[in-house]
């Protein structure tokens, strides 16, 4: 398909004109105009570039590209690197931050709600980035980490009782932390994100609200898997997701 028509859909669906964020959403690196196969991933480092240049890729999707608001701006270094590696073989680079995270169904947010069972009841934070929920039934908070370490294939650090009754859950996908004092106030029994700060350890401690870090990259893999097959089925473009292994 043109590249311009799927960059048209894809800001459209993803409403980005709506957002504040920390870097440009959208096309970031321009390359062929005809796309057939993309491949997508949480991150555009130089080893999913390499990945998507062996699938012989006219278009890498990501949730995390490049042009952070505050970081250098010259093209140098390993910045150089990774795009040199996409002009040299035109491949399109298409990256969506915080419109991906909120997207109401294909959202990386949305998306962990659905791996885990969770059922949402609202959304609060910055731009209702956040979703509180509940569980079908009420299980302990072990119980939870071991379902979450078997769903995201890695163990999640748990702060709390293990036996505590867990039924009313919040939870935010990436460095979500922030968010924590929120949910709090909104009386769930526990907050799943996917980093930790120092003190938030003890924050979880004195409120009695459990806290569960489940990993930055793991529970960010699965919005732009569900956007990759989106366009997939709709324009008849190959996808493939390729999960790069960070442990954050």
């Not at 039924?167 to 949910?183: L, M, P, R």
């Not at 989106?230 to 996808?239: E, T, V």
């Amino acid at each position: 398909m043109d590249r311009d028509e799927l960059e048209t859909y894809l800001n459209q669906l993803l409403d980005i004109s709506r957002f504040r964020d920390y870097c440009p959403n959208g096309l970031q690196v321009e390359g062929k105009d005809r796309i057939h196969t993309v491949i997508s991933g949480v991150t555009a480092s130089l080893d999913l570039l390499q990945a998507a240049v062996t699938a012989n890729a006219d278009a890498v999707l990501v949730h995390h590209g490049y042009f952070w608001r505050g970081e250098n701006e010259r093209l140098t270094g390993l910045k150089r690197h990774r795009i040199a590696l996409l002009m040299a073989h035109q491949m399109n680079l298409f990256a969506y931050h915080l419109p991906l995270d909120i997207h109401q169904e294909l959202g990386n947010n949305r998306q962990l709600g659905q791996k885990l069972g969770f059922i949402e009841t609202g959304r609060f934070g910055d731009q209702d980035i956040a979703l509180q929920g509940a569980l079908e039934q009420t299980i302990t908070l072990g119980e939870l980490g071991a379902k979450i370490a078997q769903t995201l294939l890695r163990d999640p650090m748990i702060i709390g009782d293990k036996n505590k009754p867990i039924s009313k859950i919040a939870w935010c996908t990436g460095a979500a932390q922030s968010y924590f004092d929120e949910a709090i106030r909104l009386e769930v029994d526990v907050f799943i994100t996917g980093e930790i700060s120092e003190q938030t350890v003890h924050v979880a401690r004195e409120s009695g609200v459990a806290f569960i870090s489940a990993g930055h990259h793991a529970t960010e893999r699965y919005g732009v898997q569900a956007l990759g097959a989106h366009i997939a089925r709709k324009f008849g473009i190959n996808h493939q997701f390729i999960d790069i292994d960070n442990p954050v």
